[in-house]
């Protein structure tokens, strides 16, 4: 059974820092991405950033580029995804992806962390 469990969202002021965590288990494929998305109130779903199985090759949005850094612990089968300077606009659920590239393309989807930031 595929699993993709979130953490360590939270509430923290603007300016401050958080760290996500993703679990995936359950799966096994050649290639896959592991990333995360977040969706605000009235808006639509925005990838903010995701990486590579081997942890080579990362992607970041232009609205949190220089302030999240991902990065994976292979032993763990954890994606971690941490957050600096956070401003009030990076308030959303954010949720965690993982994308698996074989005979087909398979999209598996954790339940979601909220995250808010007080201004």
């Known amino acids: 059974e595929v699993q993709i469990v979130e953490s360590g969202g939270g509430l923290v002021q603007a300016g401050g820092s958080l760290r996500l965590s993703c679990a995936a288990s359950?799966?096994?494929?050649?290639?896959?991405?592991i990333g995360w998305i977040r969706q605000a109130p009235g808006k639509e779903p925005e990838g903010i950033s995701c990486?590579?199985?081997?942890?080579?090759?990362?992607f970041y949005a232009d609205s949190v580029k220089g302030r999240f850094t991902i990065s994976m612990d292979n032993a763990k089968n954890t994606v971690y995804l941490q957050m600096n300077s956070l401003k009030p606009e990076d308030t959303a659920v954010y949720y965690c992806?993982?994308?698996?590239?074989?005979?087909?393309?398979?999209?598996?989807w954790g339940q979601g962390t909220q995250v808010t930031v007080s201004s």
């Open positions: 992806n993982a994308r698996v590239y074989g005979l087909d393309l398979v999209d598996y």
């Open positions: 990486i590579s199985k081997s942890g080579r090759t990362t």
């Open positions: 359950g799966f096994t494929a050649d290639d896959y991405t």
